[in-house]
């Protein structure tokens, strides 16, 4: 099976900075879309950053200048930097990718563990 391993949540003060990684592993053929979601207590999970295998990248307006994705095919591993942390980041991170096993034709959705980000003084 195809597993993604999340690493780098964790208490941060306002205006600190994080780096939150996610490593895929297993039987994989390809990975296509790369991805990292967020759900706070309460709120809908959001789509907060996407980049594709092509390195098309795209966030979600409130995250606009203060993160940034990125990906390391060699590792299957993608990695999302978020600088000027605001207490309204604090949620639970989740890594999505989209990824085609070995053993299909089809590409499937994984998903990563979660990691909290809490940001307080």
């Known amino acids: 099976q195809v597993q993604l391993v999340e690493s780098g949540g964790g208490l941060v003060q306002p205006g600190g900075s994080l780096r939150l990684s996610c490593a895929a592993s297993g039987s994989i053929f390809s990975i296509n879309t790369m991805a990292w979601y967020r759900q706070a207590p309460g709120k809908e999970r959001e789509l907060v950053a996407s980049i594709t295998d092509g390195g098309t990248k795209m966030y979600v307006d409130s995250v606009l200048d203060r993160f940034t994705i990125s990906r390391d095919g060699a590792s299957n591993t993608v990695y999302l930097q978020m600088n000027s942390l605001k207490p309204e980041d604090t949620a639970d991170y989740y890594c999505?990718?989209?990824?085609?096993?070995?053993?299909?034709?089809?590409?499937?959705?994984?998903w990563g563990q979660g990691a909290l980000v809490t940001v307080s003084s």
């Open positions: 999505k990718m989209t990824v085609r096993p070995a053993w299909t034709f089809q590409n499937v959705a994984v």
